[in-house]
């Protein structure tokens, strides 16, 4: 089945460094991608999107591009905060018949003044 | 506002007892979804429903029952089969073609044997 594969973490940065959590995904076509945010002891939140080869989502700073052909949707902020101290997860859709979105594992950042 | 609750948001579950945990949406979304969340594993897809009175088994469904009586509610039996329940839970909805909107997540449910 499909899977999606984000980078190990944790991953702990000073306060204005830059950020990126990789992602790449293996299923075929055109599977419109996601990143959530999940801060300590809440359910998930949609940070950003893209649903076509080439789009980029962005939200809060965070930035993230669809590339077909590395199947890649990498996370990026330019200068992350205190406040963006959370667990990451990418997944993707491939729409069909059960419309279930597949997730990577998660990766935890810790940001430090 | 429209959104989903699950209730309640700590959950004490005896050995051999079964529980229940509730998850309600008024988002009108067609679809909705339980996973457990244990740390360092990410998500696990439990069951999943696409309409009412229809649901799917996921990946981890031994020991866990639901029911999709109304559109708004997807509630999770925890059952005494279930040997490591101890674990965060998620509840998510929506809409019957997500691949382009995603789904919309509940606060949780932590549950804890004691």
């Known amino acids: 089945g499909d899977s999606v594969t984000q980078m190990e973490g944790p991953v702990t940065l000073s306060e204005e460094a830059f950020l990126t959590i990789n992602c790449t995904y293996t299923?075929?076509?055109?599977?419109?991608l996601f990143w959530y945010v999940q801060y300590p002891g809440e359910g998930l939140q949609l940070l950003l999107k893209a649903t076509k080869a080439d789009d980029k989502g962005s939200n809060k700073g965070f930035e993230a591009t669809y590339r077909k052909e590395t199947t890649s949707f990498h996370l990026e902020k330019g200068s992350v905060q205190v406040s963006d101290s959370a667990v990451y997860f990418c997944?993707?859709?491939?729409?069909?018949?059960?419309?279930?979105?597949?997730f990577g594992k998660g990766t935890l950042l810790t940001v430090n003044p | 506002d429209g959104g989903i609750t699950q209730s309640p948001k700590y959950l004490f579950r005896k050995e051999g007892q079964n529980v229940t945990l509730s998850c309600e949406q008024n988002?009108?979304?067609?679809?909705m979804y339980w996973y457990r969340q244990d740390p360092g594993q990410g998500l696990r897809l439990i069951y999943y429903s696409q309409i009412v009175n229809d649901f799917q088994k996921g990946d981890i469904a031994e020991g866990y029952s639901v029911s999709r009586e109304k559109k708004e509610s997807f509630p999770l039996t925890v059952t005494s089969a279930q040997k490591n329940p101890t674990a965060f839970y998620l509840c998510a909805s929506s809409i019957r073609d997500s691949s382009n909107y995603g789904y919309t997540f509940g606060s949780g449910t932590r549950l804890t044997v004691v």
């Open positions: 299923a075929t076509g055109y599977p419109s």
């Open positions: 988002l009108n979304h067609d679809a």
């Open positions: 997944g993707e859709n491939s729409g069909g018949s059960n419309y279930k979105l597949t």
